[in-house]
């Protein structure tokens, strides 16, 4: 499962959609509930949740929800992930990105997969970074 925001700013309006695997070959939308004058749920034909509505989202989650959520500063792929963990970029893939403790990509593309540099360094609180190998120049 995997989830995916549009946002509509001159409506005021935030979509968080819920896509699974052969979602859309069973008919999408089928359903829609209101649950609040802002909030509507939409359900598939199993009654399975597939998109949040929100209207007067600005409201109803906060003003600056239209506000970048991350800067691309923020952003890391593998190179820069392993720089972060004191490693050389194929130990990286080896030793952390597989990992199951270790953060979740946001993004997964041809390109390789990204992380939120914040989720990195968070991962290493309490915990030491693997110490950079020194070089012998004998």
Not at 23 to 42: F, N, P, Y
Not at 48 to 56: F, S
Request: with cysteine; glycine share 8%; charged share 30%.
């Amino acid at each position: 499962m995997k989830l995916y925001i549009q946002t509509d700013k001159t409506s005021d309006q935030v979509y968080i959609g819920v896509w699974r695997k052969g979602a859309m070959s069973r008919g999408g939308v089928k359903k829609t509930v209101q649950v609040s004058d802002e909030i509507a749920l939409d359900l598939d034909v199993g009654g399975r949740l597939v998109g949040i509505d929100i209207a007067n989202a600005s409201r109803v989650l906060g003003r600056d929800v239209f506000r970048e959520a991350f800067s691309t500063d923020d952003l890391v792929g593998v190179a820069e992930a392993a720089k972060l963990c004191g490693v050389k970029k194929p130990n990286f893939v080896r030793d952390f990105a597989d990992r199951p403790d270790f953060p979740t990509p946001i993004a997964e593309l041809a390109s390789g997969r990204i992380w939120l540099r914040s989720q990195i360094d968070s991962y290493f609180q309490g915990k030491e970074r693997p110490a950079k190998r020194l070089r012998s120049i004998a």
